[in-house]
């Protein structure tokens, strides 16, 4: 975990001189921090959890989005890199998902507090 945190913190850096840009606009650090951010999930694709994953999409950040919401998973389908329709309380529905391997997760579940927390526990995240 060192070793990537290093090569993210490296890679921020690098994003974020001047010399980096295409043009004359500088990146900001955070637009610097989620570029170096290949991957990230998203479970819950509420008000919150669409906002951050167009937000991180818009800043080249490859998504997966996860809900239990075929209406939801169908209005964002084709703006996120991925979007499933699934149950992110389930450890064997991320473990399927290979939640896991993503290089940060975003717990987005509003609706149920318990839930989230379920979410946020569960071994396929936490590794």
Do not use: Y
């Not at 989620?34 to 906002?51: E, I, K, P």
């Amino acid at each position: 975990m060192t070793g990537f945190g290093v090569a993210l913190a490296v890679g921020t850096v690098l994003l974020w001189l001047p010399v980096s840009a295409a043009d004359a606009h500088r990146t900001t650090f955070v637009e610097a921090l989620f570029t170096a951010t290949s991957a990230l999930c998203v479970t819950g694709l509420g008000r919150f959890g669409r906002a951050v994953a167009l937000e991180l999409m818009a800043r080249g950040t490859e998504v997966l989005g996860i809900d239990a919401s075929e209406d939801r998973v169908q209005e964002l389908n084709g703006a996120l890199t991925q979007v499933v329709r699934a149950d992110a309380t389930k450890e064997d529905t991320l473990r399927q998902l290979a939640v896991h391997e993503f290089d940060r997760v975003v717990i987005a579940i509003s609706t149920d507090l318990k839930a989230s927390i379920s979410c946020a526990n569960e071994p396929s995240i936490t590794r």
